[in-house]
């Protein structure tokens, strides 16, 4: 009988658990680091089969961390909690002065709750502010992105992040919207992603504004995650950056 045990009240089932816990191959006075926290569903698994070890969750949300924090409050001894960017993770370790992990665990992507969360903007479903920010204590919002970057700046990520093929009468679009009056939600830019695009792509399977609001979200947390301040007129020389996933060896 599996000893993972799913919890409810949270509503989220980590995925791949039982994979990730047997990949890593959890020793009880381990070092472990969780990239990427969440609602610390792989965390909380983790944990339970530490003893003297340590587990470390990092996360660039804070409504994450403060969620884990409670969800993990009955380990607190053996949790160390850290709002940041897995980018970070050798100066997270250096500053816990930890030399090195036992196993380390990435998910990437949205999580659904911040999906399921209308007011952070991610969602093309739903009507909200033009946000997107995983780390909302950063500047650089989605409507910064889409009022400010020039045209050619807002074709390049939509071709290069959301391998959108409508990339140029999308971005088209938006610069002679945002002239009329400042785009501010996100259906206000679902609709004006569609006006862009012919009628059989709109007939499509997938949500027409599925890759222009990756692409988006991509180009702003790349510039996010390294904390870097950026002139409105020319952020692309920053864009080429993408998060080291690999193993950490201090």
Not at 38 to 53: D, N, P, Q
Not at 109 to 137: C, I, K, N, W
Not at 179 to 195: A, G, R
Request: charged share 25%.
């Amino acid at each position: 009988m599996s000893t993972v045990t799913q919890e409810k009240d949270y509503g989220h089932v980590p995925v791949l658990l039982h994979e990730c816990l047997d990949a890593l191959a959890i020793k009880p006075d381990g070092i472990y680091v969780d990239g990427t926290l969440g609602r610390a569903g792989h965390s909380l698994e983790i944990v339970k089969r530490l003893t003297t070890g340590r587990l470390i969750g990092i996360d660039r949300d804070e409504t994450a961390i403060a969620a884990a924090r409670e969800r993990l409050a009955n380990y607190g001894d053996r949790v160390t909690l850290v709002h940041s960017n897995f980018d970070r993770i050798g100066d997270i370790l250096a500053d816990l002065h930890i030399d090195g992990a036992d196993g380390m665990l990435f998910d990437l992507g949205v999580s659904s709750p911040q999906l399921d969360d209308a007011e952070r903007g991610f969602s093309y479903m739903h009507d909200a502010p033009l946000d997107m920010r995983m780390d909302r204590t950063a500047y650089l919002t989605a409507r910064e992105v889409v009022n400010s970057w020039s045209y050619e700046e807002l074709r390049r990520i939509l071709f290069a992040y959301g391998e959108e093929r409508y990339a140029p009468a999308i971005a088209k679009r938006i610069v002679q919207r945002r002239e009329q009056q400042p785009i501010e939600t996100t259906l206000e830019l679902v609709d004006i992603i569609k006006s862009a695009m012919p009628p059989q792509a709109l007939r499509e399977k997938q949500h027409p504004a599925k890759r222009t609001f990756q692409a988006i979200r991509i180009a702003g947390h790349q510039l996010e995650a390294k904390d870097l301040s950026i002139s409105r007129g020319d952020p692309f020389h920053l864009l080429h950056i993408a998060p080291c996933v690999g193993p950490f060896t201090g």
